[in-house]
């Protein structure tokens, strides 16, 4: 893992903080990079794949856990089902993440949102009587050992930031296992700094739900009894965007960051973010925030999607 | 330019050599990153654009130069006018590197390759008269300025490769720019390397001559008077890979380097030169070589195009 390191550069005076920095997880060298290629590796060191025959999981069309797993399969030589939770996507070109799963030989099977719990596992049950032993990766890489790849990551950033004195960290907070990796890393290394994750999925309630069970479990297994109040887990309600819509806001930031500073957002997961972070600061909430990181963990393959093109014709 | 720095990583051992070593263009962290990155901030490092009301270039639809080149007008607020050689491409939704040129605010313009040159005249013309000042870049920023970018690059690629005895390095030829650039930077420093270029759409002749030029223009331009021979400027014929076509060597070799490395080539110009480059080695050519530096030119986003995706399905 000694590899996974990604830069951080200071962005471009966007107006209205004092200093902004951005950690570039879209920069992994592996796998299109993004955040999911470093709570799968995480996961992936933690177990014996040697008696693995398949690996199972899920995700929306725009998920980029899919597409690094099916990767990191590719590269063991394991075969790997992806759901893709959305039956309409079957019927169209893979694009995207999706694309990129097929090259790395997934095999991809679609199914109705609602309807995942019941096919998932049937699929389990299937492979069960055929005799394989299946590992089942929760969708987005939602587990502690997940987490754990951000608890590490935080050395990272604590010896990329020296002297930059950064006081909040913003991100996209999905499933919740990078901001919870996060919140027990800084804790565990007694760096003072607030994490704020910016929902794009789930109702802030839901995702602090999640960080704190991650965090119970952190706490086992690191053998700690850290306390963490409500404070400690910052989710903001983005909600006014919701998943997987591209709307002119979205377009307008991945443009404007693009001019600013080079860097392409992506549309599901960063830009909407990045949009409410400039917003939020914009109306001077989080005003003891000097000098801000923000992490974007990646995503860009969701650029190249008809949804995406067709939203810059209007 | 300091930012503009990329990483070198070891390739996994691919059977075939003694260690194979990339340099990873594809991770510049500005605009997608790829060679163009380089080649077009060293040309407008050398132009006052003051005066400038409007540039205006030309390629492919692949081309990674349109691209980068509509991102860094996008970032210097220049309109951009880019004439795109495929009268096809206008009548499907943008894809790849089109997709970005278009978020990136460029003019997309199209026209039948055989056109080309007229197209292009007639609307500087146009341009003219209506009072624009014009600035027209080379397809491909194929220019002495451009070059000079990997004369430039040649420092950074010693400086990180100390220790590690590269005796050559392979490389997508399309233009030679990049080419020129890393043979003159090599004679500068007196870093004894062979460079090695493989064809993607010209003949070696052309290229070995477009090479030539530059060559004679950087002479001039440092004031040097290096004498190249027919050896320096070595260019391997891959003409039964056609630009733009993705037969199954392709996609095999994308997914292979996926398996090996967890690098992503482009199918339009690394896949098939790192193909070429394998077949070369396993054939014993260049035996010579030891320590063999790949530079990859960078082109993710050629991945992500409906001709990639139906690729996938045969």
Redesign the interface.
């Known amino acids: 893992m000694s590899?996974l390191i990604s830069?951080i550069?200071l962005l471009d005076d966007h107006g209205f903080w004092r200093r902004l920095f951005v950690k570039?997880e879209d920069?992994l060298?592996?796998?299109?990079g993004g955040n999911k290629v470093r709570i799968l590796a995480s996961i992936f060191s933690e177990i014996d794949i040697q008696d693995i025959t398949r690996v199972v999981s899920f995700g929306s069309r725009h998920s980029n856990h899919i597409r690094v797993l099916a990767?990191m399969m590719?590269?063991r030589d394991i075969p790997c089902d992806l759901i893709i939770l959305d039956d309409e996507s079957k019927k169209s070109?893979?694009?995207?993440n999706e694309?990129?799963a097929?090259?790395?030989?997934a095999n991809i099977h679609f199914c109705p949102s609602n309807e995942a719990h019941e096919y998932i596992d049937s699929h389990l049950c299937n492979l069960k009587k055929q005799g394989e032993k299946a590992l089942f990766i929760p969708g987005g890489g939602h587990t502690v050992d997940g987490a754990n790849g951000y608890v590490l990551a935080v050395d990272e950033i604590i010896d990329q930031t020296r002297g930059l004195d950064i006081d909040c960290i913003f991100l996209p907070t999905g499933t919740g296992t990078t901001q919870a990796g996060l919140i027990f890393g800084s804790k565990l290394r007694n760096w003072n700094v607030k994490i704020i994750g910016v929902t794009v999925a789930r109702s802030p309630e839901r995702c602090k739900k999640e960080i704190r069970s991650l965090l119970n479990e952190l706490n086992k297994r690191y053998y700690t009894q850290f306390f963490f109040n409500d404070d400690d887990m910052e989710v903001v309600d983005n909600s006014e965007k919701p998943y997987g819509a591209i709307d002119k806001d979205i377009?307008d930031t991945?443009?404007a960051v693009?001019?600013?500073?080079?860097?392409?957002l992506d549309p599901i997961y960063n830009a909407k973010t990045f949009w409410k972070t400039e917003r939020m600061i914009k109306d001077k909430e989080y005003s003891s925030c000097k000098n801000i990181l923000y992490l974007n963990t990646g995503g860009?393959?969701n650029?190249?999607t008809?949804n995406?093109?067709?939203a810059?014709r209007q």
């Open positions: 590899e830069p550069t570039r920069l060298p592996k796998y299109f990767a590719l590269e070109l893979a694009e995207g694309l990129l097929t090259l790395y030989n377009v991945i443009r693009a001019k600013s500073d080079g860097i392409v860009t393959p650029i190249f008809k995406f093109s067709e810059l």
